[in-house]
T-cell receptor, first 113, second 111 residues
Framework: QQQVKQSPQSLIVQKGGISIINCAYENTAFDYFPWYQQFPGKGPALLIA?????SEKKEGRFTISFNKSAKQFSLHIMDSQPGDSATYFC????????????FGQGTTLQVKP | NAGVTQTPKFQVLKTGQSMTLQCAQD?????MSWYRQDPGMGLRLIHYSVGAGITDQGEVPNGYNVSRSTTEDFPLRLLSAAPSQTSVYFC??????????FGQGTRLTVV
């Protein structure tokens, strides 16, 4: 059972465009939703995270939008750059069990110059 | 500042062999986890620990054992390697108010 579903599997965007990756979750007990960025040969690294008491969080060119009623959250990358080309994972966890992150399937983003 | 250190980086095993993947963190984090990463499946949780002496199963625990005798170390043992365990393995650690930090991964091939 996939508790966190991520789409699309791959994404190609032109430099300067907006990249949008979507995730949906099933467990309403989840209350921490991070996004991770992974470059080839490296471990994932936290990009941005949100808790369900806010509907949006922005850090530089990266924004998380959160819809609690729909159990969905998304990552928006504004002014996408070739250096953003990487694999992105959404994840979810419960604050009471913070060693246990459940990941989405991942999205491979390619930003064309 | 080492963070999360995994060894080895690469390993080839024959079917039926056993081995231990090492993970160490120097950030005094309570929580440590092991994930495997397979194409199109994201990272799946194998086992995790909320403190020394406490471990629990994740989504895909079969064929793997863990123990947590110290805060710093969280080794993952493959008891009898199978080709289905060919994967990239990541160890992660975090504390209550921190993000999860991942190691660089161990690429395991079972032939």
């Amino acid at each position: 059972q996939q508790q966190v579903k991520q789409s699309p599997q791959s994404l190609i965007v032109q430099k300067g465009g907006i990249s949008i990756i979507n995730c949906a979750y099933e467990n309403t007990a989840f209350d921490y939703f991070p996004w991770y960025q992974q470059f080839p040969g490296k471990g994932p690294a936290l990009l941005i995270a949100i808790r369900p008491d806010v509907s949006e969080k922005k850090e530089g060119r990266f924004t998380i939008s959160f819809n609690k009623s729909a159990k969905q959250f998304s990552l928006h990358i504004m002014d996408s750059q070739p250096g953003d080309s990487a694999t992105y994972f959404c994840a979810a966890s419960r604050a009471s069990n913070t060693g246990k992150l459940i990941f989405g399937q991942g999205t491979t983003l390619q930003v064309k110059p | 500042n080492a963070g999360v250190t995994q060894t080895p980086k690469f390993q080839v095993l024959k079917t039926g062999q056993s081995m231990t993947l090492q993970c160490a963190q120097d950030m005094n984090h309570e929580y440590m986890s092991w994930y495997r990463q397979d194409p199109g499946m994201g990272l799946r949780l194998i086992h995790y620990s909320v403190g020394a002496g406490i471990t629990d199963q994740g989504e895909v625990p079969n064929g793997y054992n863990v123990s947590r005798s110290t805060t710093e170390d969280f080794p993952l043992r493959l008891l009898s390697a199978a080709p289905s365990q060919t994967s990239v393995y990541f160890c992660a650690s975090r504390s209550v108010n921190t993000e999860a930090f991942f190691g660089q991964g161990t690429r395991l091939t079972v032939v």
